[in-house]
């Protein structure tokens, strides 16, 4: 799983039959200094994650073992809205104090 944070959606009316009800989010890695690295994906949400929110992604393989999505062609997934990151040097990240 990687970190990333929420830019904004991505609307398409045409698109895969199996994508139709799918909400799709660009998302922008982070590094694990949280930096926003220059790297963005399009994911498919699953948790109801809005924009500026910390975020998990599951990408290849992983993101398809969501219920319902088993048959649908999405190579990364939002699987968790993060509420705190720590690492030893202390707090990274802490949703109610950092929501930008």
Do not use: C
């Not at 989010?25 to 949400?45: H, N, R």
């Not at 990364?76 to 930008?100: H, M, P, Q, W």
Request: aromatic share 4%.
């Amino acid at each position: 799983m990687l970190l990333a944070k929420v830019r904004g959606t991505v609307v398409s009316t045409v698109k895969e039959p199996s994508l139709r009800g799918v909400k799709l989010l660009l998302v922008q890695l982070i590094s694990e200094t949280g930096e926003l690295l220059p790297d963005y994906e399009v994911a498919a949400d699953v948790v109801g994650a809005g924009s500026g929110e910390w975020v998990l992604i599951s990408r290849g393989s992983g993101s398809r073992q969501h219920e319902g999505y088993t048959d649908r062609p999405v190579d990364a997934t939002v699987v968790a809205i993060v509420d705190t990151v720590s690492l030893d040097s202390g707090n990274l990240y802490n949703k109610r104090e950092d929501f930008s």
